[in-house]
């Protein structure tokens, strides 16, 4: 590797393209090619010598840097283009002369705070494990929910991926029939809330996420999104800084 070289998935989040992570998969695709060599994961390129393109078209220098955060409405996918025809959290930010993508994905049938960036760095960053970061949800479940209950989502639940992560877990409201609980996770396995919560014998009937990195999503409706502020971007950067 030479100086100046960087991992191509790496130079394609930095050029606001995706998420490392979704990089490697537009690299795995074949969409993405290296002086007009279909490139590979892991391979390197020097920015300003290689010509790299993603579908034809040369991703160049990095954008200035855009963070948005949507209250992503119900029935909408958290990608950037869907082959079912199915409206896609992009069709939300319609008219930005930059392209973002979104941090990390809120199911079809969930609505709240989706982070929506070009800074790939930071988009890797706030998914990866390691930082721990916070998402909130208010989950209408069925049934009254115990104690007994909460303790066991607050322990950790064993799902068939492994044992999650003790959360936080506060019932807001309880019946015989629904309770509304606040939960606090920060991890990001798929369907997490959902298998959490029935793994404990209460099936989610509705789920929203109300905040994620600390930011929360009051004060937009379903499908409205404003730009971070610089002090919000400064919290996400600290929030996930190398730790000593």
Known sequence: MTENAVRLQKFLAECGVASRRASEGLIEAGRVAVN????????????????????????????????LLLNKPLNCVTTARDTHGRKTVLECVRGLTSRVFPVGRLDFD??????????????????????????????????????????????????????????KVAVLNGGPKTSLIRLTIHEGRKHEVKRMCAAVGHPVHALRRVEFAGLPVEGLRPGEWRCLTDAEVGHLHALTAERA
């Open 36 to 67: 007009g060599v279909t490139a590979r994961v892991g391979q390197t390129v020097t920015p300003g010598v290689d010509r790299v393109t993603l579908d034809g078209a040369a991703v160049g220098e990095s954008e200035e840097k855009v963070y």
């Open 110 to 167: 969930v609505e709240g705070a989706l982070l929506l960036t070009n800074d790939g760095e930071l988009a890797f960053r706030l998914t990866h494990p390691r930082f721990e970061v916070e998402k909130v949800y208010l989950a209408w479940v069925l049934g009254a929910v115990t104690p007994e209950a909460a303790r066991r989502l607050e322990a950790g639940v064993r799902l068939e991926d492994g044992m999650t992560s003790p959360a």
